[in-house]
């Protein structure tokens, strides 16, 4: 067959960017994040909004993994994820080069008594990826904020716990919402590196927004510190309600921390779940 006779082929069987294609198709009717992250194939069944089925992905090396909540069983294996990637991985860490922290640690695993933390885990029992999670509580009026640094023996991490506390003392989420006494928390988001770019964490946080729907949880409050994690909140429809830039924390007027660009201000991101859109399938 010469070029022409090619390209006429290929003009009058093939069906690229057809709105009757049927990957494009498949692509369209598909779990929302398919469009964000277009080179992760997998099936998302649910049963309902109340009992929901795991997500099960197809990776390149045909290593299946489901999302599913975490348990207290779980937490030796959330802790070694942590220490191989997050602690390292996580832009205020790496600046202060923070090391061997077991305030750190503890500090990490203290909300997954909410059970309201995700894993992605394969096959094979290994987890991949996780999003902790914990319930923020309204505090009551006359309520004074604890200062978590204060009693840190750490020194590099007493300086990440400073940063946390200056926030809370010039931002209360609480303040938005006046009428809502419970608000869930993101943590921590970290996917194992030899897994990311397939959209494990905006699965992650999915199904911890299919969480707050189930039970009903006006809002959902992440601090990122991360341009990364932030960016892939956005994309899922989290909105910005606070902001500080690294330049302008200062302690006895020096800047304290300096990440790496371009991780240049910790962010707080919400969504309401007045936003969430679930349809009957269950898909946010």
Do not use: W
């Not at 277009?38 to 109340?50: L, Y």
């Not at 061997?100 to 029992?125: H, I, P």
């Not at 991490?157 to 989420?173: P, R, S, T």
């Not at 921590?188 to 770019?197: A, D, E, F, H, L």
């Amino acid at each position: 067959m010469d070029i022409k006779n090619m390209s006429d082929y290929f003009k009058a069987n093939c069906t690229f960017g057809n709105k009757n294609d049927s990957i494009k198709r498949v692509i369209d009717a598909g779990y929302g994040l398919s469009k964000l992250y277009p080179n992760t194939n997998f099936v998302h069944k649910m049963e309902n909004i109340s009992k929901i089925a795991p997500l099960i992905t197809q990776t390149p090396n045909d290593a299946a993994f489901t999302i599913e909540l975490i348990t207290e069983e779980d937490t030796d294996g959330v802790l070694e994820m942590l220490k191989t990637y997050f602690f390292k991985d996580e832009p205020i860490n790496t600046f202060l080069n923070i090391g061997e922290c077991k305030e750190l640690e503890e500090f990490s695993l203290k909300c997954l008594k909410d059970n309201c933390s995700y894993k992605a885990v394969t096959k094979d029992n290994e987890i991949i990826g996780v999003f902790l999670n914990a319930l923020m509580y309204r505090p009551a009026v006359d309520a004074v904020p604890e200062k978590a640094a204060d009693d840190c023996e750490h020194p590099k991490f007493k300086k990440v716990l400073g940063l946390m506390d200056y926030i809370e003392e010039n931002f209360n989420i609480f303040d938005l919402y006046p009428n809502t006494d419970v608000i869930l928390d993101g943590k921590i988001v970290s996917v194992n590196t030899n897994y990311r770019g397939m959209g494990i964490a905006g699965m992650l946080t999915e199904k911890t927004l299919q969480y707050m729907q189930s039970h009903n949880i006006p809002v959902m409050h992440v601090l990122c510190t991360s341009h990364y994690s932030a960016r892939v909140l956005e994309k899922l429809g989290f909105h910005e309600v606070y902001r500080l830039n690294y330049d302008d924390y200062k302690v006895n007027d020096e800047v304290v921390l300096k990440p790496s660009e371009p991780h240049v201000a910790a962010r707080i991101l919400v969504k309401e779940i007045a936003d969430l859109k679930i349809n009957s399938n269950g898909k946010a």
